[in-house]
């Protein structure tokens, strides 16, 4: 693993293995988990107030943190910040780090007030550990402007720490020098040992800038859940050296043996499959083991830095 001075501080909480969080004193679970879960979810959730499976996906929620994970990503778009709120309840505020997302038609100044307002009521809590912009936009001069209202939240404590997600290079560039008061704590992009473009170039910029990356589609969307992906011989080297390990455990272990300031957010529906997930945590690939797994595993080449073609705000 590498090693950053303080950046990385591993600890033994309560047997819950925390990492710091973008070079603060933050301690966050090395794996998190991600809220989305399709669109035939959200539509009717979202005009007609019908979840299908909501106690099975609370129950995920519940499973992740009962099994040490405190990093939940959500967002407004996704109709489940009600199903965090729900899951949460009556556990102690401060030992979770809850993420949630703004959609770029609300970057206006006002308008992201009034995301972050109601996504703290979703969420039924009095601050969001990070907020981060879920796209960019199209109009730089609405992210400046969304920016600015996001230093504000952190003025008045609604939120902790900045983020970005879907940002290319460039982009992320451009946040990073106009924010003026609060630093860029994170980025999140598309990431897995089978899609590793951005190693090619957002990660190096993160990791001089001490700005932590939440992998989203960390199973490369469930690709990375069959046991043709990784391929017999790393299954059978990683029980020779670790005990017997799954095969997401082993695609998950991947980034936290190899970067401490990445954080895999595989998704939370299946509460079995959170609690397997959770066992990545707590055990090291050597760096034989990933060269062995990144050399079985065939990846794609897709651009690093997607932008949604739907953007128009
Ligand atoms: N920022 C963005 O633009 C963006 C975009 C997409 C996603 N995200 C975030 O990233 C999260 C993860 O994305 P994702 O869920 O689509 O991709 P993923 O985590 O790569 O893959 C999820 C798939 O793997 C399956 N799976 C998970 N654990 C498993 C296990 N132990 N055994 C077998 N199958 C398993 C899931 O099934 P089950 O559901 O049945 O467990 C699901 O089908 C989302 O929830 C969201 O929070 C962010």
Redesign the pocket.
């Known amino acids: 693993m590498e090693t950053g001075g303080s950046f990385i501080c591993l600890i033994r909480y309560a047997n819950m293995e925390r990492v710091n969080f973008a070079g603060s004193d933050v301690k966050v679970s090395p794996i998190g988990?991600?809220?989305?879960?399709?669109f035939r979810w959200i539509a009717p959730a979202r005009l007609l107030g019908i979840m299908p499976g909501k106690e099975r996906r609370i129950s995920?929620i519940r499973a992740a943190i009962d099994s040490g994970i405190n990093l939940i990503?959500?967002?407004e778009i996704?109709q489940?910040e009600p199903l965090v709120a729900e899951a949460i309840k009556g556990l102690p505020r401060e030992d979770l780090f809850l993420a949630t997302?703004v959609w770029p038609a609300n970057f206006s100044y006002e308008k992201l007030i009034k995301s972050c307002e109601r996504s703290l009521r979703k969420l039924n809590t009095s601050y969001i550990d990070l907020y981060?912009m879920?796209?960019p936009s199209s109009s730089k001069s609405k992210m400046l402007e969304g920016l600015k209202a996001m230093e504000h939240l952190v003025d008045q404590g609604k939120i902790r720490y900045i983020g970005i997600?879907?940002f290319s290079l460039d982009q992320t560039k451009m946040v990073v020098e106009s924010l003026k008061k609060h630093p860029l704590s994170s980025t999140?992009?598309?990431f897995?040992v089978a899609h590793r473009n951005i190693e090619k170039d957002i990660l190096p910029y993160c990791r001089e800038n001490r700005i932590s990356i939440?992998?989203?589609?960390?199973?490369?969307?469930?690709?990375?859940?069959s046991e043709s992906a990784l391929g017999q011989n790393v299954l059978k080297e990683i029980e020779r050296n670790h005990g017997k390990k799954?095969?997401?455990?082993i695609a998950l272990n991947w980034f936290i043996s190899k970067y401490n300031f990445v954080f895999?957010?595989?998704?939370?529906?299946?509460p079995?499959?959170?609690r397997?997930?959770a066992g990545a945590m707590g055990w090291r690939m050597t760096p034989e083991e990933i060269a062995l797994l990144e050399s079985s595993v065939a990846g794609d080449s897709g651009p690093s830095s997607?932008v949604?073609p739907s953007r128009k705000s």
């Open positions: 988990v991600g809220t989305y879960y399709d995920a990503d959500t967002a996704y489940s997302k981060q879920h796209f997600s879907n999140q992009m598309n897995s939440l992998a989203y589609f960390p199973l490369a969307h469930g690709k990375l859940t799954s095969i997401t455990q895999p957010i595989p998704r939370a529906s299946n079995d499959h959170v397997e997930n997607p949604d």
